[in-house]
Structure formats: C-alpha cells, structure tokens
C-alpha cells in the first residue's frame, strides 16, 4: 500500500520526520559532518563558551591596563586596575563595602519582590479579562512611559527620603513594565489550551490557576529577569540623589573628594552582582522549566 | 433504529457584523446514531471545523438546535471529548498528569485519577512513556495521549477536528487502527473532521460530504463494509467503489462553487 505525500484533496501533507522508524537502512560507517563555528544554528559546549566569555573579560582588563600603564589617560580620570582593587580590597577589609552591598541588596530585593507580587497578578488579570484590559492597560501604558528619574523629586516630597522613597523608585520603575510584559505573556497561552479547560467545565478561575499561569510561567520569569536588570538602575538612581548608606550613596561621597578608583570599583561590583544575578535566573528558569527540552 | 445521540437542525452560524458579514454554515441538518462513527469530508473552508465546535460549545450557533443525548447543546461539557487539530498536552505535565490532570478537572479522586490514566496510556500503547513530557513524545504520541485523555472522563461523544493532519502516511495508518479498536472498545459516538476520504472510508460508518459558499451538507454516503476492517479493505473494490462515491461528490462541488 502506497501513500504519496499529498492526501485525496490534493494538498501536501506535512511528514513527521521523527514518526518514520523504518528510515534509519542506511547504517553506514558514521561520519559527522563538521560544522562551521560562525554558523547560525551551531551550538558550543558549555566549557568552550565559558573559555570564550572568560578570555573577553580578561582583554576587556587587558585594554584597560595598557591605557593606564601608557598614561593616555590621566590616573584621577582612570585610575589602573591594580590601584581599583587595592581600594576595594581596602574598602572590603574595613567593612565599608558590605554595609553598602547588604543595604542596597535589601532595598533592591524588598522593592522588587514588591513589583512582582503586585505586577503578576494584574497582568495575569488584564490579559485574561478584556474589561480589565480595557480599565488598566491604557492608564499603565501612559504611566509607564512617564520619565521615573523626573519622580525623584516627587517622591522625596510624597514620602521624604527615608527608606520608603528608594523603594518608591524602583517599584515605579518596574512594576508598571512588568505588568505590561506579563499581560503580553498571558495572551500568548495558545487559545486551545483555554479551550481545553472549557471542554473539562473548569471555571475560569480554575483555567487562571491550572492553565494560564503555568503556560506563562517561563515567559514570565523570562520578564522578571529583564525588569531586574532595570531595577539596579533604579536602585542605584535612588541612592545618587537622597541616601545616607548603600552603592549609590557611597559613590556620590567619592565624587565629592576626586577618589575615581572607589566609583569605578562600586561600578565594577554594581556590573558584577547585576551579572551574577542574572546568571541566577537564568539558572533558576532552566531548572523549574527542565519540561521544555528535548533530552 | 439505534437511538439519536447528536441531533442537529437547521443550525446556522455567521461570523463578522454588518456588510462584513460572512454566512459559514447554514441549514445543518444532522443525526449520529449512538455509537456511531461519522466523518466530516468537505474542501477546505467549507466549515468543518466550525460545525465541530458549535457541536463541542466552544463556539455559540446562530439558528437552529443542537442536542447531544436529548438535551440542549449550551457550551462545552464534558460528556463530549475533544481532539484538537493542534498539539493541546500541558507541555508543563508528563504523559500521564496530562490524563490526570483531565480527571481531576472531572472530579475524580487522586488514586482513581493516576489508576484510570494508567489504564487509558496502556489502551493508547503507550505506558512506557507515563512519565515523558510532552516535548520528548513525537507528534504521534502526542495524539494518542490527547485521545486517551480525552476518552479517560467516560465523555458520551468524541469530537476530533484532523487529529491525524500533522503525522505522516505511516503514522496516519497505525492511528487510525488504534482509533477504531479504542472506538470498539469503548463504544461511542464519534465526529470525525479529515479532509482525507480515504481515512474517511476507512473509519466511519458514514460520511458526510459538505458543500461551500455558505456551508451545507451536500451528501451523505452510507459506508457498509464489513467491521472489524482490516488495512487490507483499502484495496478491495468496494473500498474503491466509496472512495470514488465521495471524491466525486467533493470535486462536483468543488466545480460547482467555481
Ligand atoms: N473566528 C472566525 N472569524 C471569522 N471567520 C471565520 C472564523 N472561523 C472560521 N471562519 C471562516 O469560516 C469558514 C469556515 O472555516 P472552517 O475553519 O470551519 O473551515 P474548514 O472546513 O475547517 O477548513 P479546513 O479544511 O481548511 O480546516 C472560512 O471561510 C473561515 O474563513
Ligand atoms: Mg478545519
């Protein structure tokens, strides 16, 4: 019995290449093909990646160092690497360093925990609901878009400039955007997986919880980690203009006595940490969403 | 003369307002005996799909009466199955929460929900996979499981909008079998949308030929070949016979829409 790849009608029929066991005859001597490495869909090991990505950052301090040590530039402009890291080392052994991390880590990790368990709801809400969408999606929109480093000002007049106002600023610079993305994510669940739920008489309440949720969760995240690479710029906005402790803060006192090796060494930690917490969702994402590869 | 399970009349549905307005399906007329299989044949855009879900509730009809086992179709429910055209496994379950995950939404307990879905992956074939996800089973794995938890809930009706549409010829032919021991097996009422006539033939006791420019049924021929059928009956000339009766049906259609 044979069958051609067109059905009675006359249209092609998609073949599902995995579907066809009997395809393997040719059992030949096995031969990889090798591919180019500067091809689009070539993959690299983690080892090598990690070579690579290590071997960038060491020239990225390589070129810094021969400007130094050349003297193109001023030191008070651009002190060199080592003079960086004997002031942090200095910073770090005094202590100063981890008041300023520990209190910015809380106000970063407060704040934004904050914008999440407030932005996922709604979001989840308004791109669900069409009413909702129609009461928020245009007012947040016009919100979002409003400059956040203009509420400064604002905000130190509203609530003073005690902790509440740097949480003020990150959560107004976050959680207006990640009620967007989240909403964008919502609608994204494949319209049969509601249908699903429909045919099972789930309520909606029910298909919220079981169904579009769990179906968003990785884009979700996916938004949660991009708003938290925002939210240290937030955090750090707070800090330069009405703080008495954290990165920000210690970076304007430098400022005001010319020390550029202490605001390039907080800059450096500030890159870092906002590295390394990516790096954490990101790690995070791909265990809780282990379903979604191939093994 | 088995009792009616489905009973459609004169349903009509409509989509867009106003001058955009678009006639899809009008004057339907239709009954499935219980435990019949009935296919679905028609060219593409002729509203099969449509009618399958005013049938399944997910869309609301315009004109007419929908009724499945003498009471008012008035959205989805659970005593109809559906298999969707599209792969619909929660990519977020393995093979048999999927099932579960039907069951529970049914209100079975957690023990009766992880026994019957054992059960049905074992009437798919497929209680080696229980615990893949979905993204590890090939299209065709995928189907079965849809079906089996489709079927898990006990519906009275299976609706199936192109199951097979994605899998290639081999494919098609073992899932289709299996489609007909599950039917035996479970004896009930099937729906069945293809756009191939062949797997039309081969699977119904009858299949409706339907007409465009608005949607309508245009024939319906009587599929008398002997049960259980063998893969072998495609060859037969009675076979060849049917097969001819609804491609001709479908092309005179398809010139007289031109
Ligand atoms: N939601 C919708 N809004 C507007 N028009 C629609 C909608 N759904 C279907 N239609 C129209 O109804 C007609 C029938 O569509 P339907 O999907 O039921 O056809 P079909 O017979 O299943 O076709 P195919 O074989 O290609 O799947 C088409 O002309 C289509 O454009
Ligand atoms: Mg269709």
Known sequence: MSKTATNDIGEPMPADVHERESSNRTKATPRRRRRPLLSITTRIDSRRYLAISTVAFVLFVMLWWGITAAEIVKPMFLPSPERVWQRLSALAAGGQLWDDLGISLFRISFSFFLACAMAIPLGMLIGSFRVLDAAFEPMIDFIRYMPVVAFVPLTILWVGTNEPQKYLIIWLGTFFQLTLMVQDCVKRVPRDFIDVGRTLEMREWTILQRIVLPSSAPAIWDAMRICLGWAWSWLVLAELVAASAGMGYRITVAQRYFQTDTIIGYVLVLGLLGLASDQLMKLLGKTMFRYQERT | ?258
Not at chain 2, 178 to 185: C, G, K, N, S, Y
Not at chain 2, 213 to 221: A, F, M, Q, S
Not at chain 2, 238 to 257: P, Y
Request: contains cysteine; charged residues 25%; proline residues 4%.
């Open chain 2, 1 to 258: 003369m088995t009792s009616s399970e489905l009973t459609l009349r004169g349903v009509g549905k409509s989509f867009g307002r106003g001058n955009r307005r678009n006639r899809v399906l009008d004057g339907i007329d239709l009954t499935l005996a219980d435990n019949e299989f009935v296919s679905l044949v028609g060219a593409s855009g002729c509203g099969k799909s449509t009618l399958l879900s005013l049938v399944s509730g997910l869309q609301d009809y315009d004109e007419g009466t929908i009724e499945v086992g003498g009471s008012l179709v008035e959205g989805p429910g659970r005593d109809r199955g559906v298999v969707f055209q599209h792969y619909t496994l929660m990519p977020w379950l393995n093979a048999r929460q999927n099932i579960e995950f039907a069951l529970k939404a049914a209100g079975y307990s957690r023990a009766d929900s992880t026994r019957i879905a054992n059960e049905h992956l074992a009437l798919v074939g497929l209680s080696e996979s229980a615990e893949a996800y979905p993204s590890q089973l090939s299209g065709g794995m995928k189907q079965r499981v849809a079906i089996a938890r489709a079927l898990s809930y006990k519906p009275r009706m299976l609706l199936m909008d192109e199951p097979f549409g994605a899998l290639d010829a081999l494919t098609r032919r073992d899932m289709q079998e299996l489609l007909i021991d599950v039917w035996q097996h479970h004896r009930l009422t099937v729906l069945f949308v293809t756009h191939d006539v062949e797997e039309a033939v081969f699977l119904s006791d009858r299949v409706v030929v339907m007409g465009r420019y608005p949607g309508c049924i245009r024939e319906e021929v009587n599929i008398d070949l002997p049960r259980p059928r063998k893969p072998e009956v495609t060859g037969s000339p009675e076979f060849a016979e049917l097969h001819w009766r609804v491609m001709s049906s479908i092309k005179q259609e398809a010139a007289l829409a031109s």
